[in-house]
């Protein structure tokens, strides 16, 4: 049986590019496991999770969820380091607007997600290239980010199936909980509203 998560642990995640480790530094009662994806890729595990290995990361995303994620052996622990102060509360997220060109799949409009707060920041810019987009995975849907070289900055035009290298894709039906399966009927009611919408459309609000 997986132990509980607690904040500060670090995860391993094998890819196809190499080693990847996560930290667990939050939780959203609605969206659930938030990790912050360690800077860099690994040929080998560290020694020890020093400050200096855990000090940056790429992005930061909700997983869904680290227990069965470590029950599906798809994570492994090794590691804990001190969660760092800005990631103690809630980061803010950019979230993408459902309306883009059908042609382009451009995305129209941005806003801002501040633990449950939305403000309309409009057009991309500068200030918000690097914020990370807002979103619910499964490991195996982070690891096709990860193989994908993604970034923030990856995913700041498109939205859906326009994405080459966007955070889910929606015609990967690994990568997203449909109603069928089991873990779908965990969710609170706004989770289910969240993926729900994203069904209903067939776009994404990941960014």
């Known amino acids: ?30 969206f659930g496991d938030l990790v912050r994806v360690i800077d860099g890729l690994f040929e080998t595990r ?4 020093t400050e200096h290995v855990v000090k940056k990361e790429s992005f930061y995303v909700f997983i869904f969820s680290i227990r069965t994620s470590l029950r599906w052996k798809q994570l492994e622990l090794v590691g804990w380091a001190e969660v ?14 459902i309306f883009a060109d059908p042609n382009t799949g451009k995305v129209k409009s941005w806003s801002l997600w501040d633990n449950g707060k939305e403000t309309k ?3 991309m810019t500068s200030k918000y290239l ?14 096709d980010r990860l193989e994908d070289g993604y ?7 498109v939205v859906g199936r326009k994405h080459e290298l966007g955070p889910i894709r929606l015609t990967n039906k690994r990568n997203v909980i449909s109603k069928n399966n089991p873990q779908y009927k965990k969710l ?20």
């Not at 990631?87 to 607007?97: D, E, G, I, Q």
């Not at 970034?151 to 035009?157: S, V």
């Open 84 to 97: 760092p102060n800005r990631f103690k509360s809630m980061p803010p997220f950019r979230k993408a607007s």
């Open 121 to 123: 920041i409009g057009r």
């Open 188 to 207: 609170t009611d706004a989770g289910r509203a969240f993926l729900d919408n994203i069904d209903k459309n067939d776009s994404s609000l990941f960014g």
């Open 1 to 30: 049986m997986a132990k509980n998560p607690k904040f500060g642990d670090i995860y391993e995640i094998k890819t196809k590019n190499g080693l990847v480790y996560v930290q667990y530094t939050n939780r959203h009662p609605e």
């Open 151 to 157: 970034t923030p900055r990856t995913d700041i035009d």
């Open 46 to 49: 560290p020694l020890v999770f």
């Open 130 to 143: 690097d914020l990370s987009s807002f979103g619910i995975v499964n490991v195996l849907g982070l690891i």
